[in-house]
């Protein structure tokens, strides 16, 4: 086993975080987006106690805001705790996260953004982001994420192997919020509110 083998695996951690083997071998919607060749594609994936399409109204919010670690990436503005009427009206071209480019969705069932910004392109290479919804159970999400990028070369991959674990770092975060968040508009909703109601009580400490 070689040095690239070991220490740079694309099926350990940074690349893979809470997704199954079966799920890393799954074809999503963000592999049509980038071309042939060779592909770094991390993975990440969480459960969820909240149903399908309370979890993707959540997805929606975030082309307005990263859901992050907003001092970090969001110029130390808090991603907002309640929904914002509109944002599940999708349309293709829309901008996500500043950065990224609305280039497929299905309601309830995936978002699939692309970079599109110059300096994040030349930063983060053509990178597509899939984030994919799946029931579990009868009122619960599996909410699976996997990113895809032309892989790099000899230093070019070691560079995508670093910034692999400041995705994880970022992207987990962003994951346990939409998490909280739906959670607790799952909780207010049992709790006896209107769905409207649950919609603009939701919130959580992320």
Known sequence: MNLRETFFSPYGLPFVWGSTDAEVRETF?????VGDGTRTDPHRAIDIAAP???VYRW???IRVAPYSYDLLNNLGRRSPRTLTPGLEDLRLGQRFMTLFTLVSFVYD???TIRVSHWIARLLL???AISYVIRPIGSD???LLVKLTLPRARRLGYVRQYFLGWLDLFMMRRQMVNMRDLSEAHRAIMLAGHAPGQAASAARTNG
């Open 29 to 33: 919607p963000c592999d049509t987006e």
């Open 52 to 54: 399908p399409p309370v």
């Open 59 to 61: 997805l929606c919010q």
């Open 109 to 111: 069932e995936h978002v």
């Open 125 to 127: 290479g053509d990178l």
């Open 140 to 142: 619960g999400t599996r």
